[in-house]
């Protein structure tokens, strides 16, 4: 059974940093895809960025492209997302998600091509 555990969220001031953590377990994480996923109070959640498993091709969206960068390390069975520059509309929680078919050749198609699901981190942009 694939589980994920995010970490790394919290506070920083407008432009500051952070890089957020994805642990997978139970699957070996060169077979999966990873996507991060925030979701903010009162809105919908929407995919940030993903890596593939293949290539490791890369998506962002254009609200982060230029600012974020997804990175994996299948040795340490980790996905990190570093957010630099972060602005006033980048807070909110946080999610890793992954499948095995997810992200290929570094295309988002959505998070209903994501089975497993972390519980999400904190991140908050405030002065």
């Known amino acids: 059974q694939v589980q994920l555990v995010e970490s790394g969220g919290g506070l920083v001031q407008p432009g500051g940093s952070l890089r957020l953590s994805c642990v997978v377990s139970?699957?070996?994480?060169?077979?999966?895809?990873i996507g991060w996923f925030r979701q903010a109070p009162g809105k919908d959640r929407e995919g940030v960025s993903c890596i593939g498993s293949i290539n490791g091709s890369t998506y962002y969206s254009d609200s982060v492209k230029g600012r974020f960068a997804i990175s994996r390390d299948n040795a340490e069975n980790t996905v990190y997302l570093q957010m630099n520059s972060l602005k006033p509309e980048d807070p909110g929680v946080y999610y890793c998600?992954?499948?095995?078919?997810?992200?290929?050749?570094?295309?988002?198609?959505?998070?209903?091509?994501?089975?497993?699901w972390g519980q999400g981190t904190q991140v908050t942009v405030s002065s």
């Open positions: 998600a992954a499948d095995v078919w997810a992200c290929g050749l570094g295309t988002y198609y959505g998070e209903s091509e994501y089975e497993h």
């Open positions: 139970g699957f070996t994480l060169e077979h999966l895809g």
